[in-house]
Protein backbone atom coordinates (compact mmCIF):
# COMPACT_ATOMS: atom_id res chain seq x y z
CA UNK A 1 0.00 0.00 0.00
CA UNK A 2 0.85 3.65 -0.45
CA UNK A 3 0.99 6.03 2.13
CA UNK A 4 -2.21 7.38 -0.47
CA UNK A 5 -4.10 4.47 -0.03
CA UNK A 6 -4.04 4.07 4.08
CA UNK A 7 -4.93 7.53 4.55
CA UNK A 8 -7.25 6.67 1.48
CA UNK A 9 -8.71 3.26 3.70
CA UNK A 10 -8.39 5.73 6.99
CA UNK A 11 -10.60 8.38 5.77
CA UNK A 12 -13.68 6.00 4.36
CA UNK A 13 -13.95 5.20 7.78
CA UNK A 14 -13.99 8.70 8.99
CA UNK A 15 -16.34 11.36 9.42
CA UNK A 16 -16.51 14.77 11.17
CA UNK A 17 -19.59 15.09 13.03
CA UNK A 18 -21.70 18.08 11.69
CA UNK A 19 -21.38 20.01 15.18
CA UNK A 20 -17.68 19.42 16.03
CA UNK A 21 -15.55 21.84 16.75
CA UNK A 22 -12.82 20.92 14.32
CA UNK A 23 -13.21 22.49 11.13
CA UNK A 24 -10.70 20.03 9.00
CA UNK A 25 -9.33 16.83 9.88
CA UNK A 26 -7.23 14.48 7.80
CA UNK A 27 -6.06 15.89 4.41
CA UNK A 28 -4.26 18.94 5.09
CA UNK A 29 -0.79 20.50 6.43
CA UNK A 30 -2.48 20.70 9.70
CA UNK A 31 -5.97 19.94 11.45
CA UNK A 32 -8.41 23.17 12.71
CA UNK A 33 -9.97 23.46 15.73
CA UNK A 34 -12.25 26.10 16.61
CA UNK A 35 -12.65 26.32 20.43
CA UNK A 36 -16.32 27.47 21.60
CA UNK A 37 -15.97 31.42 22.00
CA UNK A 38 -12.52 31.47 20.49
CA UNK A 39 -11.70 34.55 17.80
CA UNK A 40 -8.37 32.56 16.55
CA UNK A 41 -8.55 29.12 14.88
CA UNK A 42 -6.16 25.87 16.22
CA UNK A 43 -3.44 24.81 13.58
CA UNK A 44 -2.15 21.39 14.77
CA UNK A 45 0.62 19.38 13.36
CA UNK A 46 2.45 16.38 14.08
CA UNK A 47 5.50 14.98 12.02
CA UNK A 48 7.89 12.27 12.27
CA UNK A 49 11.60 12.26 11.55
CA UNK A 50 13.24 9.16 12.21
CA UNK A 51 16.68 7.86 11.67
CA UNK A 52 17.70 5.98 8.82
CA UNK A 53 14.10 6.92 7.17
CA UNK A 54 14.55 10.50 7.21
CA UNK A 55 18.16 11.12 8.31
CA UNK A 56 21.47 9.78 8.69
CA UNK A 57 23.53 9.74 12.27
CA UNK A 58 26.14 10.11 9.97
CA UNK A 59 25.00 13.40 7.66
CA UNK A 60 22.77 15.16 10.79
CA UNK A 61 24.45 16.27 13.67
CA UNK A 62 22.35 15.99 16.61
CA UNK A 63 21.71 20.48 16.90
CA UNK A 64 20.32 19.34 13.31
CA UNK A 65 18.25 16.42 13.98
CA UNK A 66 16.51 19.14 15.98
CA UNK A 67 16.47 22.45 14.07
CA UNK A 68 15.05 20.21 11.60
CA UNK A 69 12.75 18.37 13.32
CA UNK A 70 10.80 21.59 14.34
CA UNK A 71 11.67 23.10 10.96
CA UNK A 72 9.13 20.51 9.82
CA UNK A 73 6.32 20.94 11.57
CA UNK A 74 6.20 24.76 11.57
CA UNK A 75 6.58 24.63 7.65
CA UNK A 76 3.09 23.23 8.30
CA UNK A 77 1.98 26.31 10.28
CA UNK A 78 3.47 28.44 7.63
CA UNK A 79 1.45 26.56 4.85
CA UNK A 80 -1.46 27.93 6.51
CA UNK A 81 -0.81 31.40 6.95
CA UNK A 82 -0.80 30.56 10.81
CA UNK A 83 1.23 32.03 13.83
CA UNK A 84 2.92 29.30 15.48
CA UNK A 85 2.62 29.70 19.54
CA UNK A 86 4.32 26.13 20.94
CA UNK A 87 4.98 22.68 20.21
CA UNK A 88 4.86 19.07 22.09
CA UNK A 89 8.03 16.84 21.24
CA UNK A 90 8.23 13.09 21.55
CA UNK A 91 11.64 11.54 21.26
CA UNK A 92 12.46 8.12 21.52
CA UNK A 93 16.39 7.30 22.06
CA UNK A 94 18.66 4.09 21.78
CA UNK A 95 20.69 2.97 24.38
CA UNK A 96 24.02 4.28 23.21
CA UNK A 97 23.15 8.66 22.69
CA UNK A 98 24.76 10.25 25.24
CA UNK A 99 23.68 13.31 27.07
CA UNK A 100 26.17 15.41 25.14
CA UNK A 101 24.08 14.60 21.84
CA UNK A 102 20.71 14.36 24.13
CA UNK A 103 21.80 18.48 24.81
CA UNK A 104 23.02 19.16 21.26
CA UNK A 105 19.72 18.13 20.12
CA UNK A 106 17.51 20.23 22.90
CA UNK A 107 19.96 23.20 21.41
CA UNK A 108 19.41 23.44 17.46
CA UNK A 109 15.97 22.87 18.96
CA UNK A 110 15.54 25.20 21.17
CA UNK A 111 17.51 27.75 19.02
CA UNK A 112 14.65 27.35 15.65
CA UNK A 113 11.92 27.51 18.39
CA UNK A 114 13.23 30.91 20.22
CA UNK A 115 13.86 32.17 16.35
CA UNK A 116 10.27 31.91 16.12
CA UNK A 117 8.55 32.89 19.60
CA UNK A 118 7.90 28.94 19.90
CA UNK A 119 7.40 27.67 23.44
CA UNK A 120 8.40 23.98 24.18
CA UNK A 121 5.56 22.93 26.25
CA UNK A 122 5.70 19.00 27.00
CA UNK A 123 5.91 15.63 25.34
CA UNK A 124 6.75 11.97 25.89
CA UNK A 125 10.61 10.15 26.53
CA UNK A 126 11.04 6.73 25.94
CA UNK A 127 13.54 4.27 24.42
CA UNK A 128 13.62 2.76 20.53
CA UNK A 129 16.42 1.15 18.21
CA UNK A 130 16.27 4.66 15.71
CA UNK A 131 16.36 7.73 16.67
CA UNK A 132 12.31 8.66 16.32
CA UNK A 133 11.48 12.41 16.65
CA UNK A 134 8.02 13.66 17.00
CA UNK A 135 7.05 17.02 16.67
CA UNK A 136 3.58 18.48 17.60
CA UNK A 137 3.19 22.11 16.80
CA UNK A 138 0.49 23.78 17.11
CA UNK A 139 -0.54 27.65 15.97
CA UNK A 140 -3.39 30.09 15.12
CA UNK A 141 -5.28 31.72 12.86
CA UNK A 142 -7.65 34.44 12.84
CA UNK A 143 -11.03 32.54 12.69
CA UNK A 144 -12.15 30.93 9.38
CA UNK A 145 -8.82 31.99 7.62
CA UNK A 146 -6.41 29.30 7.67
CA UNK A 147 -5.00 28.29 3.51
CA UNK A 148 -5.98 25.15 2.77
CA UNK A 149 -4.98 22.97 0.17
CA UNK A 150 -9.13 22.62 -1.25
CA UNK A 151 -9.52 26.02 -2.20
CA UNK A 152 -8.30 26.15 -5.64
CA UNK A 153 -10.42 27.08 -8.64
CA UNK A 154 -9.91 26.70 -11.96
CA UNK A 155 -7.75 29.34 -13.71
CA UNK A 156 -6.64 30.33 -10.53
CA UNK A 157 -2.46 30.93 -11.27
CA UNK A 158 -0.37 28.27 -9.53
CA UNK A 159 2.70 29.97 -7.93
CA UNK A 160 6.33 28.46 -5.91
CA UNK A 161 8.16 30.49 -3.32
CA UNK A 162 12.05 30.39 -3.63
CA UNK A 163 14.02 27.47 -6.02
CA UNK A 164 13.58 23.74 -5.99
CA UNK A 165 15.70 20.88 -5.81
CA UNK A 166 18.53 22.32 -3.35
CA UNK A 167 17.30 19.71 -0.89
CA UNK A 168 17.76 16.74 -2.88
CA UNK A 169 20.50 17.99 -4.68
CA UNK A 170 22.18 18.73 -1.00
CA UNK A 171 21.66 15.41 -0.43
CA UNK A 172 24.41 14.46 -2.30
CA UNK A 173 26.88 17.02 -1.97
CA UNK A 174 28.46 16.68 1.25
CA UNK A 175 28.97 20.87 1.56
CA UNK A 176 28.01 24.07 0.24
CA UNK A 177 25.22 26.24 -0.50
CA UNK A 178 22.75 23.00 -1.41
CA UNK A 179 23.97 21.29 1.82
CA UNK A 180 22.88 23.62 3.77
CA UNK A 181 19.51 24.11 2.62
CA UNK A 182 19.16 20.45 3.11
CA UNK A 183 20.34 20.38 6.40
CA UNK A 184 18.72 23.83 7.45
CA UNK A 185 15.34 24.42 5.62
CA UNK A 186 13.36 27.75 6.53
CA UNK A 187 9.74 27.60 7.60
CA UNK A 188 8.04 30.42 5.39
CA UNK A 189 6.13 31.74 8.14
CA UNK A 190 6.83 35.50 6.99
CA UNK A 191 5.48 34.01 3.83
CA UNK A 192 2.53 32.00 4.97
CA UNK A 193 0.72 35.14 6.93
CA UNK A 194 1.81 37.45 3.68
CA UNK A 195 -0.04 34.97 1.50
CA UNK A 196 -3.06 34.85 3.61
CA UNK A 197 -3.54 38.52 4.65
CA UNK A 198 -2.35 40.29 1.74
CA UNK A 199 -2.24 38.06 -1.31
CA UNK A 200 -5.78 36.12 -0.03
CA UNK A 201 -4.06 32.99 -1.56
CA UNK A 202 -7.17 30.55 -2.44
CA UNK A 203 -4.90 27.66 -1.33
CA UNK A 204 -1.93 26.99 -0.02
CA UNK A 205 0.49 23.18 1.25
CA UNK A 206 4.30 23.13 1.56
CA UNK A 207 6.46 21.43 -0.66
CA UNK A 208 7.67 18.43 1.51
CA UNK A 209 7.44 15.79 -1.08
CA UNK A 210 8.03 17.12 -4.04
CA UNK A 211 6.66 19.25 -6.34
CA UNK A 212 4.83 16.41 -8.66
CA UNK A 213 3.28 14.81 -5.63
CA UNK A 214 2.23 17.91 -3.76
CA UNK A 215 1.11 19.61 -6.90
CA UNK A 216 -1.13 16.43 -7.29
CA UNK A 217 -2.03 16.23 -3.70
CA UNK A 218 -3.36 20.00 -4.17
CA UNK A 219 -5.14 19.20 -7.27
CA UNK A 220 -7.14 16.27 -5.58
CA UNK A 221 -8.06 18.63 -2.66
CA UNK A 222 -8.97 21.47 -4.74
CA UNK A 223 -10.61 19.34 -7.32
CA UNK A 224 -8.85 21.15 -9.62
CA UNK A 225 -6.01 19.71 -12.63
CA UNK A 226 -2.83 21.56 -13.07
CA UNK A 227 -0.95 22.49 -16.50
CA UNK A 228 2.86 23.66 -15.48
CA UNK A 229 5.86 25.12 -17.53
CA UNK A 230 8.32 26.18 -15.77
CA UNK A 231 9.99 25.15 -12.25
CA UNK A 232 12.47 27.49 -10.76
CA UNK A 233 15.77 25.47 -9.73
CA UNK A 234 18.42 25.37 -7.30
CA UNK A 235 21.54 26.50 -8.55
CA UNK A 236 22.86 23.47 -9.75
CA UNK A 237 19.76 21.11 -8.88
CA UNK A 238 18.63 19.10 -11.91
CA UNK A 239 15.25 19.63 -13.48
CA UNK A 240 14.11 16.11 -11.85
CA UNK A 241 15.52 17.28 -8.46
CA UNK A 242 13.29 20.57 -8.69
CA UNK A 243 10.11 18.25 -9.96
CA UNK A 244 10.25 15.68 -7.67
CA UNK A 245 13.05 16.11 -4.75
CA UNK A 246 11.56 16.52 -1.38
CA UNK A 247 11.99 18.33 1.74
CA UNK A 248 12.65 21.92 -0.05
CA UNK A 249 10.00 23.57 2.25
CA UNK A 250 8.98 26.18 0.31
CA UNK A 251 5.30 27.17 -0.34
CA UNK A 252 3.16 26.10 -3.05
CA UNK A 253 0.15 28.48 -3.64
CA UNK A 254 -2.55 29.69 -5.85
CA UNK A 255 -4.20 33.27 -6.29
CA UNK A 256 -7.35 34.48 -7.91
CA UNK A 257 -6.49 35.27 -11.44
CA UNK A 258 -6.44 39.18 -11.36
CA UNK A 259 -3.81 39.17 -8.02
CA UNK A 260 -0.94 40.64 -8.56
CA UNK A 261 1.75 38.87 -7.11
CA UNK A 262 5.26 40.46 -6.42
CA UNK A 263 8.24 38.70 -7.91
CA UNK A 264 10.15 38.52 -4.42
CA UNK A 265 9.16 38.57 -0.95
CA UNK A 266 11.76 39.25 1.38
CA UNK A 267 14.49 38.38 -1.00
CA UNK A 268 12.49 34.90 -1.73
CA UNK A 269 11.46 34.75 -5.23
CA UNK A 270 7.78 33.84 -5.93
CA UNK A 271 7.61 32.71 -9.43
CA UNK A 272 4.39 31.66 -11.68
CA UNK A 273 4.61 28.10 -12.49
CA UNK A 274 1.43 27.61 -13.91
CA UNK A 275 -2.39 27.46 -14.17
CA UNK A 276 -5.08 25.39 -12.45
CA UNK A 277 -7.74 23.92 -14.75
CA UNK A 278 -10.96 21.69 -14.33
CA UNK A 279 -10.71 18.70 -12.84
CA UNK A 280 -10.67 15.83 -13.12
CA UNK A 281 -8.50 16.56 -9.70
CA UNK A 282 -5.19 15.19 -9.71
CA UNK A 283 -4.10 15.48 -13.16
CA UNK A 284 -1.04 17.35 -13.59
CA UNK A 285 0.37 18.29 -17.29
CA UNK A 286 3.49 19.90 -17.85
CA UNK A 287 4.48 21.86 -21.31
CA UNK A 288 1.24 19.44 -22.49
CA UNK A 289 1.92 16.18 -21.37
CA UNK A 290 1.26 14.47 -18.28
CA UNK A 291 4.03 14.66 -15.13
CA UNK A 292 4.73 11.43 -13.84
CA UNK A 293 4.19 12.16 -10.04
CA UNK A 294 7.49 10.77 -8.74
CA UNK A 295 7.65 12.49 -5.31
CA UNK A 296 8.26 10.64 -1.76
CA UNK A 297 5.98 8.43 -0.53
CA UNK A 298 7.42 6.14 2.51
CA UNK A 299 5.16 3.09 1.57
CA UNK A 300 5.08 2.89 -2.02
CA UNK A 301 6.60 -0.67 -3.50
CA UNK B 1 20.50 9.45 32.52
CA UNK B 2 17.21 8.97 33.87
CA UNK B 3 14.33 10.35 32.67
CA UNK B 4 13.41 12.50 36.00
CA UNK B 5 17.41 14.09 34.88
CA UNK B 6 16.73 15.03 30.62
CA UNK B 7 13.22 16.44 31.69
CA UNK B 8 15.40 18.62 34.93
CA UNK B 9 17.70 19.65 32.03
CA UNK B 10 15.92 20.45 29.45
CA UNK B 11 13.34 22.65 32.07
CA UNK B 12 16.36 24.77 32.98
CA UNK B 13 16.39 26.01 29.67
CA UNK B 14 13.00 26.61 29.10
CA UNK B 15 10.82 29.18 30.61
CA UNK B 16 7.15 30.85 30.21
CA UNK B 17 6.97 34.04 29.12
CA UNK B 18 4.68 35.51 31.09
CA UNK B 19 2.33 37.10 28.33
CA UNK B 20 2.08 33.34 26.76
CA UNK B 21 -1.01 31.50 26.04
CA UNK B 22 0.61 28.54 27.70
CA UNK B 23 -1.07 28.25 31.07
CA UNK B 24 1.32 25.20 31.50
CA UNK B 25 3.84 23.74 30.29
CA UNK B 26 6.52 20.70 30.69
CA UNK B 27 5.24 18.75 34.19
CA UNK B 28 2.07 17.82 34.20
CA UNK B 29 0.06 14.81 32.70
CA UNK B 30 -1.46 17.82 29.50
CA UNK B 31 -0.36 21.12 28.59
CA UNK B 32 -3.12 23.60 28.68
CA UNK B 33 -3.74 26.16 26.63
CA UNK B 34 -5.89 29.66 26.98
CA UNK B 35 -7.01 30.71 23.68
CA UNK B 36 -7.91 34.45 23.38
CA UNK B 37 -11.10 34.90 24.11
CA UNK B 38 -12.21 31.05 24.68
CA UNK B 39 -14.05 29.80 27.40
CA UNK B 40 -12.43 26.44 27.53
CA UNK B 41 -8.92 25.74 28.39
CA UNK B 42 -7.20 23.57 26.06
CA UNK B 43 -5.44 19.86 27.12
CA UNK B 44 -2.89 18.70 25.01
CA UNK B 45 -0.98 15.23 25.27
CA UNK B 46 1.60 12.94 23.46
CA UNK B 47 1.94 9.68 24.13
CA UNK B 48 4.43 7.17 22.76
CA UNK B 49 3.91 3.97 22.25
CA UNK B 50 6.43 1.15 20.95
CA UNK B 51 6.93 -2.53 19.99
CA UNK B 52 9.49 -4.04 21.69
CA UNK B 53 9.66 -1.39 24.65
CA UNK B 54 5.49 -0.69 25.54
CA UNK B 55 4.56 -3.77 24.06
CA UNK B 56 5.16 -7.06 21.48
CA UNK B 57 3.78 -8.19 18.87
CA UNK B 58 3.26 -11.91 20.62
CA UNK B 59 1.34 -10.61 23.03
CA UNK B 60 -0.66 -7.48 20.98
CA UNK B 61 -3.19 -8.40 18.57
CA UNK B 62 -2.98 -5.41 16.29
CA UNK B 63 -6.48 -3.89 17.80
CA UNK B 64 -5.15 -4.45 21.30
CA UNK B 65 -2.71 -1.88 19.72
CA UNK B 66 -4.16 0.47 18.62
CA UNK B 67 -6.13 0.72 21.51
CA UNK B 68 -4.31 1.35 23.73
CA UNK B 69 -2.02 3.63 21.84
CA UNK B 70 -5.39 5.95 22.27
CA UNK B 71 -6.00 4.76 25.97
CA UNK B 72 -2.60 6.07 27.20
CA UNK B 73 -3.43 9.33 25.69
CA UNK B 74 -7.30 9.78 26.81
CA UNK B 75 -6.03 8.73 30.40
CA UNK B 76 -3.50 11.98 30.14
CA UNK B 77 -6.81 14.15 29.63
CA UNK B 78 -8.92 12.03 32.21
CA UNK B 79 -6.16 12.96 34.63
CA UNK B 80 -6.85 16.71 34.08
CA UNK B 81 -10.95 16.56 34.48
CA UNK B 82 -11.06 17.19 31.02
CA UNK B 83 -13.23 16.20 27.86
CA UNK B 84 -11.77 14.84 24.96
CA UNK B 85 -12.30 16.31 21.68
CA UNK B 86 -9.85 14.92 18.93
CA UNK B 87 -6.82 13.02 18.64
CA UNK B 88 -3.65 12.97 15.97
CA UNK B 89 -2.07 9.98 15.02
CA UNK B 90 1.77 9.50 14.08
CA UNK B 91 2.27 5.99 13.35
CA UNK B 92 5.55 4.29 11.36
CA UNK B 93 5.50 0.75 10.43
CA UNK B 94 7.92 -2.10 9.52
CA UNK B 95 7.87 -3.39 5.68
CA UNK B 96 6.34 -6.55 6.59
CA UNK B 97 3.37 -5.33 8.39
CA UNK B 98 -0.10 -6.37 6.36
CA UNK B 99 -2.64 -4.27 5.49
CA UNK B 100 -4.78 -6.50 7.55
CA UNK B 101 -2.65 -5.80 10.43
CA UNK B 102 -3.03 -1.81 9.90
CA UNK B 103 -7.02 -2.17 9.14
CA UNK B 104 -6.79 -3.97 12.34
CA UNK B 105 -5.11 -1.38 14.44
CA UNK B 106 -7.18 1.16 13.35
CA UNK B 107 -10.31 -0.78 14.26
CA UNK B 108 -9.30 -0.89 17.93
CA UNK B 109 -8.41 2.65 17.92
CA UNK B 110 -11.24 4.00 16.22
CA UNK B 111 -13.71 1.84 18.35
CA UNK B 112 -12.32 3.28 21.92
CA UNK B 113 -12.38 6.92 20.11
CA UNK B 114 -15.92 6.47 19.23
CA UNK B 115 -16.71 5.29 22.54
CA UNK B 116 -15.46 8.53 23.80
CA UNK B 117 -17.05 11.10 20.87
CA UNK B 118 -12.98 11.09 19.84
CA UNK B 119 -12.12 12.32 16.00
CA UNK B 120 -8.89 11.25 14.57
CA UNK B 121 -8.52 14.38 12.73
CA UNK B 122 -4.75 14.09 11.64
CA UNK B 123 -1.42 12.51 11.63
CA UNK B 124 2.00 10.98 9.85
CA UNK B 125 2.83 8.30 8.26
CA UNK B 126 6.25 6.90 8.12
CA UNK B 127 8.78 3.84 7.94
CA UNK B 128 10.85 2.33 11.13
CA UNK B 129 12.13 -0.55 12.28
CA UNK B 130 10.01 -0.95 15.16
CA UNK B 131 6.08 -0.51 15.41
CA UNK B 132 5.89 2.96 16.78
CA UNK B 133 2.50 5.05 17.55
CA UNK B 134 2.57 8.60 19.34
CA UNK B 135 -0.50 9.77 19.84
CA UNK B 136 -1.48 13.16 20.16
CA UNK B 137 -4.90 14.18 22.39
CA UNK B 138 -6.58 17.42 22.32
CA UNK B 139 -8.85 17.99 25.29
CA UNK B 140 -11.42 21.14 26.85
CA UNK B 141 -11.68 21.92 30.53
CA UNK B 142 -13.58 24.89 31.56
CA UNK B 143 -10.93 27.96 31.61
CA UNK B 144 -9.49 27.56 34.70
CA UNK B 145 -10.67 24.10 36.23
CA UNK B 146 -7.82 21.85 34.99
CA UNK B 147 -6.28 19.30 37.67
CA UNK B 148 -2.96 19.42 37.97
CA UNK B 149 -0.33 17.64 39.96
CA UNK B 150 1.09 20.65 41.70
CA UNK B 151 -2.05 21.32 43.56
CA UNK B 152 -1.95 19.25 46.61
CA UNK B 153 -1.32 20.89 50.05
CA UNK B 154 -0.54 19.52 53.47
CA UNK B 155 -3.15 17.25 55.32
CA UNK B 156 -5.14 16.61 52.08
CA UNK B 157 -6.26 12.67 51.80
CA UNK B 158 -4.68 10.92 49.19
CA UNK B 159 -7.12 8.59 47.24
CA UNK B 160 -6.67 6.13 43.99
CA UNK B 161 -9.69 4.68 41.99
CA UNK B 162 -9.52 0.69 41.14
CA UNK B 163 -7.07 -2.06 42.69
CA UNK B 164 -3.74 -1.72 41.59
CA UNK B 165 -0.95 -3.83 39.90
CA UNK B 166 -3.80 -6.41 38.09
CA UNK B 167 -1.67 -4.83 34.66
CA UNK B 168 1.78 -5.91 36.23
CA UNK B 169 0.00 -9.08 37.30
CA UNK B 170 -1.54 -9.75 33.85
CA UNK B 171 2.05 -8.85 31.83
CA UNK B 172 2.69 -12.11 33.46
CA UNK B 173 -0.19 -13.80 32.77
CA UNK B 174 -1.66 -15.14 29.57
CA UNK B 175 -5.10 -14.92 30.21
CA UNK B 176 -7.66 -13.74 32.39
CA UNK B 177 -8.84 -10.71 33.84
CA UNK B 178 -5.51 -9.61 34.89
CA UNK B 179 -4.00 -10.20 31.11
CA UNK B 180 -7.72 -7.94 30.32
CA UNK B 181 -6.72 -5.66 32.63
CA UNK B 182 -3.13 -5.07 30.75
CA UNK B 183 -4.39 -5.16 27.51
CA UNK B 184 -7.71 -2.64 27.80
CA UNK B 185 -6.95 0.00 30.54
CA UNK B 186 -9.64 1.79 30.97
CA UNK B 187 -9.28 6.04 30.87
CA UNK B 188 -10.92 7.03 33.97
CA UNK B 189 -13.24 9.71 32.39
CA UNK B 190 -16.08 10.11 33.69
CA UNK B 191 -14.26 10.05 36.81
CA UNK B 192 -12.21 12.80 36.10
CA UNK B 193 -15.17 15.13 35.36
CA UNK B 194 -16.47 14.14 38.37
CA UNK B 195 -13.38 14.38 40.55
CA UNK B 196 -12.97 18.30 38.74
CA UNK B 197 -16.96 19.40 39.10
CA UNK B 198 -17.82 17.69 42.33
CA UNK B 199 -15.39 16.32 45.03
CA UNK B 200 -13.02 19.47 43.68
CA UNK B 201 -9.83 17.87 43.74
CA UNK B 202 -6.86 19.54 44.80
CA UNK B 203 -4.71 17.40 42.53
CA UNK B 204 -5.00 14.36 40.25
CA UNK B 205 -2.55 12.37 37.40
CA UNK B 206 -2.93 8.95 36.44
CA UNK B 207 -0.88 6.00 37.30
CA UNK B 208 1.23 4.83 34.15
CA UNK B 209 4.53 4.23 35.59
CA UNK B 210 3.87 2.64 38.92
CA UNK B 211 2.30 4.37 42.23
CA UNK B 212 5.51 4.93 44.03
CA UNK B 213 7.28 7.03 41.32
CA UNK B 214 3.91 9.02 40.22
CA UNK B 215 3.00 9.71 43.62
CA UNK B 216 6.82 10.79 44.19
CA UNK B 217 6.04 13.17 40.98
CA UNK B 218 3.01 14.32 42.57
CA UNK B 219 4.36 15.30 46.01
CA UNK B 220 7.57 17.33 44.15
CA UNK B 221 4.99 18.92 41.96
CA UNK B 222 3.19 20.14 44.58
CA UNK B 223 5.61 20.60 47.02
CA UNK B 224 4.39 18.25 49.56
CA UNK B 225 5.38 14.83 51.20
CA UNK B 226 2.98 11.73 51.33
CA UNK B 227 2.59 9.19 54.43
CA UNK B 228 0.69 6.23 52.77
CA UNK B 229 -0.74 2.93 54.93
CA UNK B 230 -2.23 0.93 51.89
CA UNK B 231 -2.69 0.07 48.97
CA UNK B 232 -5.95 -1.08 47.00
CA UNK B 233 -4.86 -4.68 45.38
CA UNK B 234 -5.84 -6.27 42.22
CA UNK B 235 -7.05 -9.60 43.05
CA UNK B 236 -4.04 -11.92 42.61
CA UNK B 237 -1.38 -9.30 42.26
CA UNK B 238 1.17 -8.87 44.85
CA UNK B 239 1.68 -5.99 47.16
CA UNK B 240 5.20 -4.84 45.01
CA UNK B 241 2.86 -5.16 42.34
CA UNK B 242 0.61 -2.30 43.26
CA UNK B 243 2.88 -0.59 44.68
CA UNK B 244 5.56 -0.28 42.06
CA UNK B 245 3.56 -2.15 38.57
CA UNK B 246 3.07 0.09 35.92
CA UNK B 247 0.10 0.53 33.18
CA UNK B 248 -2.68 0.44 35.96
CA UNK B 249 -3.77 3.98 33.79
CA UNK B 250 -6.11 4.19 37.22
CA UNK B 251 -6.19 8.34 38.91
CA UNK B 252 -4.22 9.21 42.16
CA UNK B 253 -6.15 12.06 43.29
CA UNK B 254 -6.60 14.39 46.48
CA UNK B 255 -8.94 16.71 48.14
CA UNK B 256 -9.38 18.79 50.75
CA UNK B 257 -9.48 17.65 53.85
CA UNK B 258 -13.24 17.53 54.86
CA UNK B 259 -14.37 16.64 51.26
CA UNK B 260 -16.60 13.46 51.55
CA UNK B 261 -15.18 11.12 48.95
CA UNK B 262 -18.04 8.41 48.44
CA UNK B 263 -16.46 4.69 48.60
CA UNK B 264 -17.54 3.49 45.15
CA UNK B 265 -17.84 6.21 41.83
CA UNK B 266 -19.93 4.08 38.63
CA UNK B 267 -18.50 0.71 39.98
CA UNK B 268 -14.98 2.17 40.26
CA UNK B 269 -13.93 1.81 44.14
CA UNK B 270 -11.90 4.89 45.78
CA UNK B 271 -9.80 4.36 48.38
CA UNK B 272 -7.95 6.68 50.58
CA UNK B 273 -4.70 5.17 50.82
CA UNK B 274 -2.57 8.10 53.13
CA UNK B 275 -2.81 12.07 53.52
CA UNK B 276 -0.15 14.52 52.19
CA UNK B 277 2.41 16.42 55.19
CA UNK B 278 4.72 19.17 54.95
CA UNK B 279 7.54 18.87 52.56
CA UNK B 280 10.56 18.52 51.56
CA UNK B 281 8.73 17.68 48.50
CA UNK B 282 9.19 14.16 46.69
CA UNK B 283 9.43 12.21 49.61
CA UNK B 284 6.97 9.10 50.19
CA UNK B 285 6.77 7.30 53.22
CA UNK B 286 5.00 4.12 53.73
CA UNK B 287 3.81 2.63 57.30
CA UNK B 288 6.84 5.37 58.92
CA UNK B 289 9.53 4.01 56.12
CA UNK B 290 10.54 5.98 53.03
CA UNK B 291 9.08 3.96 50.09
CA UNK B 292 11.49 3.27 47.36
CA UNK B 293 10.68 4.84 44.33
CA UNK B 294 10.56 1.47 41.88
CA UNK B 295 8.45 2.20 39.06
CA UNK B 296 9.20 2.49 35.22
CA UNK B 297 11.83 5.28 34.01
CA UNK B 298 12.90 4.38 29.97
CA UNK B 299 16.06 5.66 30.97
CA UNK B 300 17.10 4.62 34.26
CA UNK B 301 20.19 2.11 33.95
Redesign the interface.
Known amino acids: ?T?AE??E??SR??S??RQ???V?????D??I?R??????D?L?????F?E???FLQSTHRAADVGYKALARGLSDIAAMGGEP??C???L?LPKFIS?KW??GF?SGL?KLAEAHGV????????????I?C?I?C?G?VPRGEALMRSGARPRDPIYVSGVLGGSALGLATPRGAARRRHLYPEPRLELGKYLRKSLHATAAMDLSDGLSIDLARMCEASETAAEIDRVPQFRGATREQALHGGEDYELLFTVRPHTRVPAMFRGIPLTRIGTMLNGPGARVMMNGKPLAVLGHD??RT
Chains 1, 2 share one sequence.
Open positions: MEILRLRILPSRLKGIGDCAYGRGAAELLTTDLIGVHSFLLSAAIDYLILAGGDLSRAKQTDVIAHF
